[in-house]
């Protein structure tokens, strides 16, 4: 059984920062590359970020510089973090365990308003 477990978000004002988490079980973690997506009200979902099992990560030209995707191989988790945040930031933030489409967690809400 493959579970996905986001957590970290909440409410922020812009400029601001948070860390968002993905905890998954289920899968061989150090071989699983691993990625976020989120989706705003009305918007398609959009790809953030992307690590691979080798540590190689990948942006989205809208958050480079801003974001970093991180894993931390022996407590099955990744990392997303959101410095400089945006309002166009605000979404709902899924990760994607193994990047294969098979495997989301519920996800976890971001809100960036003053």
């Known amino acids: 059984q493959v579970q996905v477990v986001e957590s970290g978000g909440g409410l922020v004002q812009p400029g601001g920062s948070l860390r968002l988490s993905c905890s998954a079980s289920g899968i061989i973690f150090r071989f699983s590359a691993m990625a976020w997506y989120r989706q705003a009200p009305g918007k398609q979902r959009e790809l953030v970020a992307s690590?691979?099992?080798?540590?190689?990560?990948n942006y989205a030209d809208s958050v480079k510089g801003r974001f970093t995707i991180s894993r931390d191989n022996p407590k099955n988790t990744v990392y997303l973090q959101m410095d400089s945040l945006k309002p166009e930031d605000t979404a709902v933030y899924y990760c994607?365990?193994?990047?294969?489409?098979?495997?989301w967690g519920q996800g976890t809400q971001v809100t960036v308003s003053s």
């Open positions: 994607d365990a193994g990047y294969t489409g098979r495997y």
């Open positions: 690590i691979s099992s080798s540590g190689s990560t």
